[in-house]
């Protein structure tokens, strides 16, 4: 039996956790626009999962998990600026991006398995 929801994908998993992180780090960080704008890519990671799991085949999944995977490295080039502007220290950077190569490596893994199936 397949997996019937979103919601037990770990890749939206790990996508949400990720999301979680990004707003504790940046929730006082003065700087609104950045601040709004990881946060909201780090949504759209989970939200393009969601949306595209939903969808009629696996090629619109794929399609949406590469979109996923595109916000995903968004956030990890805003990552490299946060800590180049000193709003995250070296560690929590480090952190950081190994839990956002972990979401990505997941979503590739996700997307080859969907294309082999097509």
Do not use: P
């Amino acid at each position: 039996m397949g997996i019937q929801k979103f919601e037990d994908l770990i890749a939206w998993q790990k996508a949400q956790d990720l999301s979680l992180e990004i707003y504790r780090k940046f929730e006082s960080n003065k700087d609104y626009s950045f601040r709004d704008q990881i946060r909201r890519a780090s949504i759209s990671i989970s939200n393009n999962i969601s949306e595209g799991f939903d969808r009629s085949s696996n090629a619109d999944f794929s399609r949406f998990l590469y979109f996923s995977l595109g916000s995903a490295s968004e956030v990890r080039s805003m990552l490299h600026l946060a800590n180049r502007l000193g709003y995250l220290n070296n560690n929590e950077f480090n952190t950081i991006l190994i839990q956002c190569n972990e979401v990505s490596k997941i979503i590739r893994g996700l997307i080859n398995s969907l294309n082999t199936k097509t």
